[in-house]
């Protein structure tokens, strides 16, 4: 084992570490606790149903997913159809609307005075049976996540097949494969570590969502957390809640690593080249497109239009002063929390790059930690945490202030800002640690041989090389916090709102109508956002 040298980037990087790693102990701490009798209710008749709900959601997210977006992957990489170039980047699209948003807008465009059917009354004189159109159920939640959450499959799969070499496919092809064969016998098994990789995400949004479930009034954890803590005031449920559904988080990272197994395939050659598109005839050329243009109208294309055709009914009445201190402070606490995490991303991944031992690989693992806990979970550490803090720091707060409140950290944007580093970190890390991956460890060897200090080789040399990568970490992490909302519904001070939190109040209290004005300023947002990342991906494959 390799002696661990404690310097800046070392001492840094273990407070960050500490950071995400001790708001989790108060949780762990009251599990150890005797429960209240509201959890013996909530055992005996709810927890059943909370955990096959969010079971049958998962699986099923999970599996349309991981068909729909391999398939668009694949169709996309290895064949020539009309509008291909188009698609290749439009249908990551659907990311810039929120299941949340998308969840309200497809609820109200189904429902009896929806567009939908007053078309159908009005135009052509049917009358619908309701129960085809109700989408406020499992079913529904489940079309929706899939259908908004499934790029995370599409990007990954399609990112993994153009940059590998396309001599197993070619061969396949040359051996007289046909091109089902080909996808079910090549491309599947050499993508199924890239495939398990982009359902997990999914899995993870899903179990992480408060919005979507809430709205459709379907029992999951999450709901259950919310309903704990706000509507019977119990912090003790909500705790135990919560420790089943890290469990759940626990089952579907390992099933991840089963899953992945010990195969790879890597190619013999140094020289990756993509696949040579195979262009379709006429007729299976226009089933592909419509394949993928039903995809992208109902994640992004319809949904859109329908809450633009909103937005210029209610504008007027939404455009005034306090929306624009509401775009504001959504917008500051955005770019504030993801230069932070962009910082401390890269203090960590240069770290964990420059030293080979044990203490780098374990900070390596428990940045990614935040990710995958759900933000409902996060929350509650975070009260906890910050009012225990209080508690500690009231004598402080008394120094400066004799009639200093008890309660100040736990009830400002401190911890709010504090819990979005910790959910999004691993974001902004990956992003990083890929950026230091791709321009290796050579350049900042030959400077240190030059007798240049770590933190200058990183100013002079490494910095403006990965600036790419800060850049795709600084958009990732922007695009997530403007659409995150339970952490913001939890943890945001009194009469402080976001873009999410306004959405959700006005849909909550069935006000579709102008709840789309909000909405569109984050889908514009986050539709910049992805669109500067895929230009600057692009550019690294094209330089590539």
């Not at 390799?2 to 701490?29: C, R």
């Not at 009896?112 to 085809?132: A, H, M, P």
């Not at 401390?344 to 964990?352: C, D, F, L, V």
């Not at 504090?418 to 902004?428: E, I, S």
């Amino acid at each position: 084992m390799k002696k661990i040298k404690f310097n800046g980037w070392a001492i840094l990087s273990t407070i960050f570490m500490l950071m995400i790693v001790v708001p989790n102990i108060d949780v762990i701490l009251h599990l150890f606790q005797k429960p209240n009798k509201n959890w013996y209710h909530i055992k005996e008749y709810l927890l059943n149903d909370y955990i096959v709900n969010t079971l049958i959601i998962c699986v099923f997210t999970a599996l349309f997913t991981m068909i729909i977006g391999t398939s668009i992957a694949w169709l996309v990489s290895a064949y020539e159809f009309p509008m291909r170039k188009f698609f290749r980047w439009a249908l990551i699209l659907p990311l810039a609307i929120p299941p949340y948003i998308a969840a309200y807008t497809y609820s109200g465009m189904l429902g009896y005075t929806g567009f939908i059917q007053t078309f159908l009354r009005n135009n052509l004189g049917i009358q619908v049976n309701q129960i085809y159109f109700d989408i406020m159920s499992i079913p529904g939640a489940i079309f929706i996540f899939t259908i908004f959450l499934l790029p995370y499959v599409y990007m990954v799969v399609r990112s993994y097949l153009e940059n590998q070499s396309a001599s197993l496919i070619e061969n396949a092809r040359l051996l007289g494969e046909n091109s089902i064969g080909v996808f079910f016998r090549v491309v599947v098994p050499i993508s199924r570590g890239v495939i398990v990789a982009g359902v997990t995400l999914v899995v993870l949004e899903v179990l992480s969502d408060y919005g979507v479930v809430s709205y459709f009034g379907i029992q999951t954890f999450s709901t259950a957390i919310f309903k704990s803590w706000f509507s019977m005031s119990d912090i003790d449920s909500a705790i135990r809640i919560a420790s089943i559904l890290l469990i759940t988080v626990f089952i579907v990272m390992s099933s991840e690593k089963m899953l992945r197994g010990r195969k790879k395939y890597s190619s013999t050659n140094t020289k990756i080249r993509p696949v040579t598109k195979k262009k379709l005839d006429k007729f299976y050329g226009s089933l592909a497109f419509l394949y993928c243009a039903i995809i992208l109208s109902l994640g992004f294309i319809i949904p859109t239009a329908q809450l633009l055709r909103w937005g210029i009914m209610s504008y007027s009445s939404i455009l005034n002063s306090d929306f624009f201190i509401l775009i504001y402070n959504s917008l500051w606490v955005a770019v504030v929390s993801s230069l932070l995490i962009v910082v401390m991303a890269i203090i960590i991944a240069n770290y964990t790059r420059i030293n080979d031992n044990f203490l780098s690989k374990l900070y390596s693992k428990i940045t990614l930690l935040g990710y995958s806990i759900p933000g409902a979970v996060i929350a509650i550490t975070m009260v906890l945490f910050f009012v225990d803090m209080d508690k500690k720091l009231h004598w402080l707060y008394k120094l400066f202030d004799p009639n200093a409140p008890a309660l100040i950290l736990s009830m400002s944007l401190v911890m709010l800002v504090f819990a979005y580093l910790v959910r999004f970190l691993a974001v902004g890390y990956q992003s990083i640690e890929g950026g230091f991956d791709k321009i290796g460890k050579k350049f900042y060897e030959a400077s240190r041989t030059l007798g240049y200090s770590r933190t200058k080789t990183f100013y002079l040399v490494d910095l403006p090389m990965i600036k790419p990568a800060i850049l795709s970490a600084f958009s990732l992490v922007l695009v997530d916090i403007i659409k995150e909302l339970p952490l913001a519904l939890l943890l945001r001070p009194f009469n402080f709102n976001t873009l999410a939190t306004k959405v959700f109040e006005y849909a909550n209290d069935e006000m579709i109508v102008e709840a789309s004005v909000p909405s569109l300023i984050i889908i514009f947002v986050s539709f910049i956002a992805i669109f500067v990342l895929y230009k600057v991906v692009d550019k690294e494959d094209y330089n590539a």
